[in-house]
């Protein structure tokens, strides 16, 4: 199907794993992006990329960590996780930059226990 | 401080009544500005852009950009239950290095009583 998805859905991990959050869109777009939402803080973004091999910081990067090398996917790792991390993440694509909306993927709930 | 301010609510209107949202941004060079709706437990979905001053409708929905006041609104006609959900204005802002990024509010929820 064509769109956004993101996976998994649901995440419980321990306090200092890795953990890898997967986002693959099928439209080509050139942007894309990751953010979190938390209650309290709204939506904040913690790294983009407007194309492949092309990332940068966002609101929220520390701990973090992105890579895109194919247009259609665009991974985010926390490497050591903690439980300030718990949060709902969001990836999302653009057609392109400034002025172009946005897509959202369905998100992942990730909990660091 | 790039902010985009949202009054939380809940804002609570009947059945068939006019909803209003309203926003307000920081940056007087934004130039682009977006209306999400987000339902509970669901990712935000687009509802409304809109780039110029004044007013652009689509369906029940009108979108209202004032750029002098800094101001975007979201009108709501004919509210329907299945409305509720927590409205999301987003603005174009340059911060840092970024070039024109989405900065969103902290949303709006909105309950239509049946």
């Known amino acids: 199907d064509a769109g956004i998805t993101q996976s998994p859905r649901y995440k419980i991990t321990e306090t200092g794993r890795q953990v890898t959050l997967m986002c693959h869109q099928t439209w080509s777009h050139s942007y894309m992006f990751w953010y979190r939402q938390d209650l309290g803080h709204g939506l904040r973004l913690i790294y983009y990329?407007?194309?492949?091999?092309?990332?940068d910081k966002g609101e929220v990067p520390d701990g973090y960590v992105v890579s895109r090398s194919k247009t259609e996917n665009f991974p985010l790792t926390l490497e050591s996780a903690t439980r300030s991390q718990t949060s709902v993440y969001f990836c999302?694509?653009?057609?392109?930059?400034?002025?172009?909306?946005?897509?959202f993927g369905p998100g992942t709930r990730l909990t660091v226990t | 401080q790039k902010e985009v301010e949202q009054n939380s609510g809940p804002l609570s209107v009947p059945e068939g009544a006019i909803a209003s949202l309203n926003c307000t941004y920081s940056?007087?060079?934004?130039?682009?500005f977006f209306w999400y709706r987000q339902y509970s437990g669901k990712s935000p979905e687009l509802i409304m852009f809109?780039?110029?001053?004044g007013d652009k409708e689509d369906g029940r929905f009108t979108a209202q950009l004032n750029k002098a006041s800094q101001y975007v609104s979201l009108l709501i006609r004919d509210s329907q239950p299945s409305d509720s959900a927590t409205y999301l204005c987003a603005v174009d802002m340059n911060y840092g290095g970024s070039q024109g990024n989405l900065i969103f509010g902290k949303g709006t929820k909105l309950s239509v009583k049946p």
């Open positions: 940056d007087r060079g934004s130039q682009s």
């Open positions: 809109i780039y110029s001053n």
């Open positions: 990329s407007a194309a492949a091999d092309i990332t």
């Open positions: 999302a694509s653009s057609e392109s930059g400034r002025g172009y909306e946005q897509y």
